[in-house]
Structures are given as C-alpha cells and as structure tokens.
C-alpha cells in the first residue's frame, strides 16, 4: 500500500508534504483543518499510508458492533460512549491510556460547512491524556498537506487557538468556501 500510495499522492494527485509526520511520538491528537468536503477521508487514508502511520479516530460504539466493526477497528477506530450521560473528553483520554500507539484525529470544525470557531474537545482531550497536538492542514489550494510539530497545551487555551489558527491561515479546503477563517 506504501508504493502505491506514494504514487497516487505524489504522482497521480501532484501533491507535496510540507513539514514531518512526527512518526516518532506514539501519542498525540492530530487536528486537521479545514474539513469542508468527503474528499478529506480518502486524503487522509492516502497520507497514512504514504507515511506509513497508524493514525485513528473514535466514533460511537455501535458503529463497532457486527456486521461492521471489525471494518472500523482495522482501519484505525475506537469505540467511545458518546451518549448525553457520558462525558466524551474523558472517555477519549481514557483510550489514550489502553493503546501503546494513539495518534486520534480530529477535525475541530465539526462539520464540512463553514465555520468561524472551533470545538474544543481536541484541545481538552490533549489536556486530559497528557499528550501534544499536532496541526495538519489539507491545502487544496496549494495542493499539499502541512504539518506542524508537535503543540503542548498550555494553561492559556485563547492563545494556545491563536497559534493554531495561525497555522492554517490562507488554508483552502476542496471546497474553499467552506474554508476555515476565525471570527475577527
């Protein structure tokens, strides 16, 4: 899957990497931004694959229930209890603690459409399970993928977004309206 990947991204797509996937770090929570069309999970799987990275997600439990669960867990996937009785944040830094390797990907807008703020639970489960967060960017515009080194939270979560959302400015996802420009 390497060589092809490698092909499909480099090749096929012309897309280039800008910065290092820290393959080195077992743990951390990976936020990819902006997230405007369907088009981001197949890139993502591609990228994976290209960096030879165990990468996952979480979703909610009954998606790893028969027929397809076994589906969800090999492509990288947890259950967690997102019911309103269960608090999400500790129950997906829980997850942190029964894995050797970790590395959860989330998108903080939460959504495809366009937004002007994020959702917090990336920063909080970095909080939670003690591990960094590390900033990737699909630029459709520019037709690479960024990536920053690993970001531990601080106690100043308002500027800890700043720094983040610095990251991404000029950032264009497959549907560029969509892209993610924080409220002024």
């Given at each position: 899957?390497?060589?092809?990947?490698?092909?499909?991204?480099?090749?096929?797509?012309?897309?280039?990497?800008?910065?290092?996937?820290?393959?080195?770090?077992?743990?951390?929570?990976?936020?990819v931004?902006?997230?405007?069309?369907?088009?981001?999970?197949?890139?993502?799987?591609?990228i994976r694959n290209v960096w030879k990275a165990e990468i996952n997600f979480v979703g909610k439990k009954s998606l790893f229930k028969p027929p397809f669960g076994w589906y969800f867990?090999?492509?990288?996937?947890?259950?967690?209890?997102?019911?309103?009785?269960?608090?999400?944040?500790t129950a997906t830094a829980e997850v942190f603690k029964t894995?050797?390797?970790?590395?959860?990907?989330?998108?903080?807008?939460?959504?495809?459409k366009k937004v002007s703020s994020?959702?917090?639970g990336f920063y909080y489960i970095a909080k939670k399970a003690e591990v960094?967060?590390?900033?990737?960017?699909f630029d459709f515009g520019k037709k690479e993928i960024k990536v920053s080194k690993p970001r531990w939270p601080t106690a100043d979560k308002e500027a800890d977004f700043k720094t983040y959302e610095a990251f991404f400015e000029g950032?264009?996802?497959?549907?560029?309206?969509?892209?993610?420009?924080?409220?002024?």
């Open positions: 899957m390497h060589t092809l990947a490698k092909f499909i991204y480099y090749k096929l797509m012309g897309w280039a990497v800008n910065g290092e996937f820290p393959s080195y770090l077992d743990k951390f929570v990976i936020a931004v902006p997230h405007t069309s369907w088009w981001d999970f197949p890139l993502g799987i591609i867990r090999w492509m990288g996937g947890a259950p967690v209890d997102r019911s309103k009785k269960s608090d999400t944040v894995r050797k390797v970790f590395r959860l990907t989330l998108a903080p807008e939460g959504t495809r994020w959702k917090s960094p967060i590390v900033l990737i960017a950032v264009v996802g497959k549907v560029a309206e969509y892209s993610y420009s924080p409220a002024k």
